[in-house]
């Protein structure tokens, strides 16, 4: 009879200290709609910066827990609130165009069998960039939560957590019990985010709090140019979003910045307010934010100096080093990486003491071939496309080889943590003196430019160099605004120009402010 009493109280006691089961997964991806090369499975296995694109099972936890991303942050979140997590999977591929529908449906269907795997399912927590183009779905995150509702009910709390450059649309925010996105450009909050999503779904399952939410789009585009939400114009806009949730009321405000490399209806900046049951509320302080984004628009005239004029003004600006940004070849954005726009000009111009990196598997061959302190004679960069620029010939010295590993310990953008370039080589130009080389680094993946380790890495100490040339437009800032005397934002070619002129848009909305 002891015994039975005992295993009762036991079972009880278990049954009081039960925590509820929260599945976590995503798919990331930020689809570069003018990018004509599609998006394979294969590619979502290749990460971002050469970290393991796709993370199954236990290792969701155990690659991510160290790091400053969103999945770290549910992990955290869980901790401190008390979450029982179930790791499902979680892709995030390099930027690429539109994805093929056989990886999306695979992906989408690995994500539903891991979730119906939870010993019990109490909600989803879903890190979704927002952006995600397939092919027979232009709003492929809408269609994500769409199929995760099919599989687990109308119920389940599923709260969604999106990148800053998510193109938001009404559907998947009336799809989604929670949404909320990343308020920061360079994403500094992606761990942040993820810990409040984990805070607001213990509030959602214990029934503390019942989620309404409202999503206002202002009729217009915000030229990434623009995004940098650590400077005006931008800064009061997310300054006040963070107010906004000082409201007890209030469960998330996010202004997201939108993507415009995405053809789609949804592209565009959006607000979304969630609160505790108030939809009054929520629908007023979006349709605030978003008139102050929409009052913004006389200083979000688009202008910035093509590559001749940016190459000139860095070389007399008498501080070093001036960051040069290849918004045209931004990485993270979708580009190729080996664009040479900006490379023709600095040698045309006879610029000295500059760095730069291009993706280039074959010229990375020819270097290890010739060894250290070998000869260097090949013409590198603009072989992915035709929208890069041509390929330059280039003679010099190899001066190193690496291994291309590094790591980032620090906040910076999206939070990444262990990088791998591939085995790279540094090639020094004949003509370089000992004190200003002119340096390429060559890589054979593309590397978004988002940690200075990427250049400490290889023996180039980025203080000491005149210009420095990144192939991005606002993300790499966290990483180079420390050592910059100045950043020009370069009006170079390629899939991610930043003037809009340079694209044909067929399915945004019509007459959207900014697209001229
Ligand atoms: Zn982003």
Redesign the pocket.
Known sequence: MRSVLFSLLLTAALFAQRQPVIGIGGIVH?TNTFNPKKTTLADFETGIGGAKGTLRGSEVITLSANANNTTAGFIEGARQYGLDLHPTVVAGPQTIGVVLDSAFNALTGELIEGFRRAPRLDGILLFLHGTMVAESYPHADAEVVSRLRRAFGDKLPIIVVH???ANVSEEIVKLSTVLLTYKE?P?LDAKERGVQAARIMADVVSGKVKPVQTIVKPPMMLNILFHNTYAEPLKPVTDESKRVEQNPKVLAASVAGGYQYADIPAMGPSVIVVTDGDAALARREADRLSNMLWNLRERLAFKAPPAAEAVKTAMSNGKYPVVLMDAGDNI?GGAAGDSTFILAELLKQKAEGWVMVISDPGAVQHAIQSGVGGQFDMAVGGKTDNLHGDSIRIKGRVKGIHDGRFVEPAVRHGGGRYWDMGVSAVIELEGSSLDMPNLILLTPKRIIPFSLNQLISVGIYPERMKILVAKGTI?PRAAYEPVAARIIEVDSGGVTGMNPARFEYKHVRPNLFGMK
């Open positions: 930020e990148d800053f450059h450009c994403h993270g993300a």
